[in-house]
């Protein structure tokens, strides 16, 4: 009898799930498998959040993967040492996993290989939409700017999505940890899962997106990404249903999904983009913990900017615009080194991502892909126009949820001030902190 595992690492779904798909076809007898891999708490990757959102995701996989006949198992230890004890106790044929970016997923399945040669099969099409490294410019390993990158995403053969599978047959003698449990450090993180995930998607329509997935208090965006995040969506099927949907809210919808590949496949030729400037400025940062503090806990006195700093602690996520606000903020208006707010997201961020975190903070600070790299994105100018009427900061400022209107973006103007901080610089220096003898805004 031929036995076949499928190790889920990102991919933490049944639907269009090549690995999965493989392993089904290659084996009478299917192994899901998933390693609870110390290393991932020793890298700083195992965060409360992202752990409860995990337990959530498996705890899915089992049941959906006992409705089809089989169960999830889940073993404790080093994923090459797991996988070669389940392949000894089952005499398994063949392994098959998702393709990684990161130098942590890459190191993985180099192990794995070294272990089981060409019984390992490595899956593309897993994590993004266009798996990495699958396009590229003349006579370079990546695209380094997104517009020509897309051009050529739009027209990439991405296949169809794969279906779910019907029947899944797993050996009744294997034995299983038990499944993890975690609690988050955000009280309102969402429930994690392919159903859960399926579930806001199927509620959620691209129609309006390109009209107010900016809008701060409309809260109009999908909130699909910490699903993308752990698989528990692919990347492919929603571009393939989006494609189908069409209309303009579908196109933007689909351009953000491309920035998502986008940055994999600057990470993938890049690996040292997660810590080192992918274009490096010489950067001489501020260095004040008093100031990062209060950026990390929404004390900075700028309303629009500790809204989104309370979002982030009270979901596990917050708005893509007020990422953006928040990141220049500290990287441009306070010139504090990127790395900093790269690291406090990724101890919140339930869609904490290696290659969409990072490469975002790089390009939000300069030191990344973006080709204005002295772009500031002035906080009041920034709220008058995504949050016109404050609702925003009102939903996570409760100080200034009695201000009408705008006047709540700037409260050290009211003549009878609320118990708020004072803004950390002068309103005026918003343009940022001197970098190299001259303004951030080049002036």
Not at 65 to 75: A, E, N
Not at 344 to 373: C, E, K, M, S, Y
């Amino acid at each position: 009898m031929t036995v076949s595992i499928a190790l889920f690492t990102q991919d933490l779904r049944l639907h269009d799930n090549p690995a999965l798909h493989a392993a089904c076809t290659a084996g009478k007898d299917v192994v899901p498998l998933f390693v609870l891999d110390p290393a991932v708490a020793s890298a700083g990757f195992a965060t409360p959040n992202r752990s409860a959102f995990l337990a959530d995701c498996l705890a899915d996989l089992d049941r959906s993967l006992r409705r089809i006949g089989g169960r999830l198992i889940v073993r404790a230890g080093t994923v090459a040492d797991e996988v070669m004890r389940v392949a000894a106790e089952t005499g398994a044929d063949s392994v098959h996993v998702a393709a990684g970016v990161s130098r942590f997923a890459r190191r993985r399945e180099a192990r794995l290989r070294q272990r089981l040669g060409p019984r390992l099969t490595v899956h593309d099409g897993s994590l993004t939409a266009v798996p990495a490294g699958w396009i590229t410019p003349a006579g370079k390993d990546h695209y380094a700017v997104f517009t020509p990158y897309f051009r050529a995403w739009a027209q990439a053969e991405r296949g169809t999505p794969l279906p779910a599978p019907r029947r899944l047959s797993t050996p009744p003698s294997l034995t299983s940890a038990a499944l993890p449990t975690a609690r988050p450090a955000s009280p309102r993180l969402p429930e994690g899962g392919e159903s859960a995930g399926r579930t806001r998607w199927r509620r959620w329509s691209p129609d309006a997106y390109h009209e107010l997935h900016d809008d701060l208090a409309a809260d109009a965006t999908s909130r699909l990404s910490p699903y993308l995040h752990f698989g528990c969506l692919s990347a492919r099927e929603l571009v393939d249903a989006a494609t189908r949907h069409s209309g303009p809210g579908a196109e933007a919808f689909i351009r953000q999904l491309a920035w998502r590949d986008f940055h994999h496949q600057v990470l993938a030729a890049r690996p040292a983009a997660a810590h080192a400037d992918y274009r490096t400025r010489a950067d001489q940062w501020h260095i004040d913990e008093e100031e990062a503090q209060a950026w990390r806990e929404g004390r900075t006195g700028f309303p629009i900017i500790d809204a989104g700093m309370r979002q982030l602690a009270t979901e596990g996520w917050m708005h893509n615009r007020a990422r953006l606000l928040t990141a220049s903020f500290l990287t441009k208006s306070l010139y504090h080194d990127w790395r900093i707010g790269a690291a406090h997201f990724l101890t919140l961020l339930v869609d904490g991502d290696i290659a969409n975190n990072q490469l975002n903070w790089q390009w939000v600070a300069g030191t990344g892909t973006d080709t204005r790299p002295n772009r500031v994105l002035n906080p009041l100018l920034q709220a008058d126009r995504y949050d016109p009427h404050g609702d925003y900061v009102r939903r996570w400022v409760p100080e200034l949820a009695h201000i009408a209107g705008r006047s709540v973006h700037r409260p050290w103007l009211l003549s009878d001030r609320p118990a708020y901080p004072a803004p950390l610089i002068e309103p005026g220096a918003l343009s940022g902190r001197i970098r190299h003898g001259r303004n951030l805004n080049g002036r």
